[in-house]
């Protein structure tokens, strides 16, 4: 598919389109056993509804399923992702996307935005 942002099996764009049709209040239950793809899927969901302007809670009971997606889009501009947990449980993919991290990544580019454009 051209307008997606990862390669996906036919099953996997299946899950993709399925959710991106929902109507409101409905809901899609992706399961399979480890290494089916579903973090592809979340991955790709999130890039899909982002690319909407539509905003996106990820939430996981294990920490590193969470730290696993928003690792897949870590070199996606457009998306913009704050990773909340104990800094200690964050894996140091993820730590990218913590509250801190992303405060002193904001300064940092205005910073040298200043220095490019007028210093």
């Known amino acids: 598919n051209p307008n997606s942002y990862t390669h ?4 996997q764009e299946e899950a993709v389109n399925c959710s ?3 109507n ?4 899609l239950l ?10 592809t899927v979340i991955a790709e969901l999130i890039y899909q509804f982002t690319k909407d302007g ?8 294990s920490n590193l399923a969470v730290d696993n997606a928003l690792d897949r ?13 104990r800094a200690n ?10 509250e801190q991290q992303i405060v002193d990544n ?7 935005n200043i220095n490019n454009r007028f210093l």
Do not use: C, M, W
């Open 8 to 11: 996906l099996d036919k099953y």
């Open 20 to 22: 991106l049709t929902l």
């Open 24 to 27: 409101p209040g409905e809901i």
């Open 30 to 39: 992706i399961v399979g056993p480890p290494g089916t793809g579903k973090t």
């Open 54 to 61: 539509k905003k996106v809670l990820l939430s996981s009971q």
């Open 73 to 85: 889009l870590a070199n996606v501009q457009s998306i913009r992702a704050l990773r909340l947990g």
């Open 89 to 98: 449980k964050i894996s140091n993919e993820a730590k990218k996307f913590t």
């Open 106 to 112: 904001f300064y940092k580019n205005i910073i040298n």
